[in-house]
Nanobody, 125 residues
Framework: QVQLVESGGGLVQAGGSLRLSCAAS????????MGWFRQVPGKEREFVAA????????YYADSVKGRFTISRYSAKNMVYLQMASLKPEDTAVYYC??????????????????WGQGTQVTVSS
């Protein structure tokens, strides 16, 4: 069982930066692939970034590649999403998620077993 709690969201101007944090509980955190997803009201939840259990592999949606960086600090059960050059279209609720499924594609929402409650990110123009 893994519990996830996101923090770090807020209001920022376009071009600014934010760092989201995800605190995980559970002794097996280091065995999970971790992901960040986001959702805008009325739209489907979409993949943002993922990182493998040991942090060796990272994956990004095309829309954030080069601007966002996912990282993890397994010793403290933390996952981060550093967001730079933010755009108004990045406005969404951002969710942290964990999966032990390494067969499914990293962007497949259904593969993730555990989800946080989400943190709002608002980018003003």
């Amino acid at each position: 069982q893994v519990q996830l709690v996101e923090s770090g969201g807020g209001l920022v101007q376009a071009g600014g930066s934010l760092r989201l944090s995800c605190a995980a509980s559970g002794r097996t955190f280091s065995s999970y692939r971790m992901g960040w997803f986001r959702q805008v009201p009325g739209k489907e939840r979409e993949f943002v970034a993922a990182i493998s259990s040991r942090g060796r592999n990272t994956y990004y949606a095309d829309s954030v590649k080069g601007r966002f960086t996912i990282s993890r600090y397994s010793a403290k059960n933390m996952v981060y999403l550093q967001m730079a050059s933010l755009k108004p279209e990045d406005t969404a609720v951002y969710y942290c998620a964990a999966t032990s499924d390494y067969v499914s594609h990293y962007a497949r929402i259904e593969a993730y077993d555990y989800w946080g409650q989400g943190t709002q990110v608002t980018v003003s123009s």
